[in-house]
């Protein structure tokens, strides 16, 4: 042989080697049989990391059964809203939005990272670079970006948002393709740019210098994501609904956050789900401000929240994961805990005590936040 791959050992989810005296063992068949091939296909690959024995948990390969699930509805969207008029060009034919050359950005580094990960046998490498890359960056962000255009578009941008759907969702395919073969298979068939017998035999994807170009478009593109984000994250952190249409302004501290904030006030109006966004000189009063990079936000809440019941509820809520958090840092400072408790209960302690701490933190960012 010219290669010759060894995986480590599959273990059940506690870490233990499967055996029928354990009863641990897990029939391959019964999980194909209940989340499908696909899923436990990707559920072992984005877990096999050189050097490591897998611990199999099947609530993994029900969550990749949902990842293949959001494949099917995303290529269904895209495949049924283009219009009966549509013509295929390359991309560079179109007149790119910033959102399509962002995403033909960070397909072009996945692609490099799929490639790499393959090359190296580093079958995680691969299978997560493509998992982030279609759930958090396709569907979640330029699929929404888009939609503006698909439904209400017209000409020439329109033109662009489809041509660039179709050819980030064709090589999306293809690199899934080896980890999930059957649900690409099946939507490769439906595809406009389907152009042979089977998508086994297209061309591999490989990486376009001049997306290489787009770097700085995608960089303005991250940074009103985070914005988005973070206006997101302000109604969740107040139990609003992220349906809530909220006033909000903006104040770069230099001209280009400003710039780029006004290019993009539409985009951010729409997604972030606010009434308006507006420059401002100050800060209007009865508002909050959230901290952007290069400049701030402020949120009217005037008639929106009480801000004294929020500051006591979030007190009380800190005072009683204070409580808490010292419980499981007294149980993790135990050496007799450390000694004889079972190596997965210390584990689960530690991971409940980060969670914590991390809930803190956001509990009193959100209590400074109030408090301006």
Same mark, same amino acid.
């Given at each position: 042989?010219?290669?010759?791959?060894?995986?480590?050992?599959?273990?059940?989810?506690?870490?233990?080697?499967?055996?029928?005296?354990?009863?641990?063992?897990?029939?391959?068949?019964?999980?194909?049989?209940?989340?499908?091939?696909?899923?436990?296909?990707?559920?072992?690959?984005?877990?096999?990391?050189?050097?490591?024995?897998?611990?199999?948990?099947?609530?993994?390969?029900?969550?990749?059964?949902?990842?293949?699930?959001?494949?099917?509805?995303?290529?269904?969207?895209?495949?049924?809203?283009?219009?009966?008029?549509?013509?295929?060009?390359?991309?560079?034919?179109?007149?790119?939005?910033?959102?399509?050359?962002?995403?033909?950005?960070?397909?072009?580094?996945?692609?490099?990272?799929?490639?790499?990960?393959?090359?190296?046998?580093?079958?995680?490498?691969?299978?997560?670079?493509?998992?982030?890359?279609?759930?958090?960056?396709?569907?979640?962000?330029?699929?929404?970006?888009?939609?503006?255009?698909?439904?209400?578009?017209?000409?020439?941008?329109?033109?662009?948002?489809?041509?660039?759907?179709?050819?980030?969702?064709?090589?999306?395919?293809?690199?899934?393709?080896?980890?999930?073969?059957?649900?690409?298979?099946?939507?490769?068939?439906?595809?406009?740019?389907?152009?042979?017998?089977?998508?086994?035999?297209?061309?591999?994807?490989?990486?376009?210098?001049?997306?290489?170009?787009?770097?700085?478009?995608?960089?303005?593109?991250?940074?009103?994501?985070?914005?988005?984000?973070?206006?997101?994250?302000?109604?969740?952190?107040?139990?609003?609904?992220?349906?809530?249409?909220?006033?909000?302004?903006?104040?770069?501290?230099?001209?280009?956050?400003?710039?780029?904030?006004?290019?993009?006030?539409?985009?951010?109006?729409?997604?972030?789900?606010?009434?308006?966004?507006?420059?401002?000189?100050?800060?209007?009063?009865?508002?909050?401000?959230?901290?952007?990079?290069?400049?701030?936000?402020?949120?009217?809440?005037?008639?929106?929240?009480?801000?004294? !019941? /929020?500051?006591?509820?979030?007190?009380?809520?800190? +005072?009683? #994961?204070?409580? %808490? @958090?010292?419980?499981? &840092?007294?149980? *993790?400072?135990?050496?007799?805990?450390?000694?004889?408790?079972?190596? !997965? /209960?210390?584990?689960?302690?530690?991971?409940?005590? +980060?969670? #914590?701490?991390? %809930? @803190?933190?956001?509990? &009193?960012?959100? *209590?400074?936040?109030?408090?301006?």
């Amino acid at each position: 042989f010219e290669k010759v791959y060894i995986h480590g050992l599959i273990r059940d989810k506690e870490g233990q080697k499967m055996s029928k005296t354990k009863g641990n063992v897990v029939d391959p068949l019964d999980m194909i049989a209940k989340y499908g091939t696909d899923a436990l296909r990707f559920s072992l690959a984005i877990q096999t990391v050189p050097g490591s024995d897998i611990k199999f948990d099947e609530s993994r390969v029900e969550g990749y059964k949902h990842f293949a699930n959001k494949i099917w509805n995303a290529s269904r969207y895209v495949l049924m809203n283009l219009p009966e008029d549509f013509e295929l060009k390359e991309v560079f034919q179109t007149e790119l939005k910033p959102e399509d050359k962002w995403i033909l950005y960070l397909l072009n580094e996945t692609i490099k990272k799929v490639r790499e990960g393959l090359e190296s046998f580093d079958f995680s490498k691969s299978a997560q670079a493509l998992y982030t890359f279609f759930w958090d960056f396709y569907c979640d962000w330029y699929i929404e970006f888009t939609k503006e255009r698909v439904y209400k578009g017209n000409g020439k941008t329109r033109e662009a948002a489809f041509n660039t759907l179709i050819y980030v969702l064709d090589r999306a395919l293809k690199l899934l393709h080896p980890f999930m073969p059957y649900i690409t298979e099946e939507i490769w068939s439906y595809m406009p740019t389907k152009n042979r017998e089977s998508i086994s035999l297209a061309e591999f994807p490989k990486p376009i210098k001049e997306f290489e170009e787009f770097e700085e478009t995608a960089k303005e593109v991250d940074f009103v994501r985070e914005v988005i984000t973070s206006i997101r994250n302000f109604k969740t952190a107040l139990d609003l609904p992220v349906t809530k249409k909220l006033e909000a302004y903006f104040k770069g501290d230099n001209d280009l956050t400003n710039a780029l904030l006004e290019a993009y006030k539409s985009q951010i109006e729409r997604l972030a789900r606010l009434e308006k966004f507006e420059k401002t000189e100050r800060r209007p009063e009865k508002s909050l401000v959230i901290p952007i990079k290069g400049g701030e936000i402020y949120v009217s809440i005037g008639g929106v929240i009480n801000v004294e !019941e /929020v500051l006591t509820r979030q007190r009380k809520k800190k +005072e009683k #994961l204070l409580k %808490e @958090l010292k419980r499981v &840092e007294a149980k *993790l400072q135990n050496s007799r805990f450390l000694e004889r408790a079972p190596k !997965e /209960v210390v584990e689960k302690e530690k991971r409940i005590y +980060e969670e #914590l701490k991390l %809930e @803190l933190e956001k509990i &009193e960012n959100l *209590l400074r936040l109030l408090s301006s």
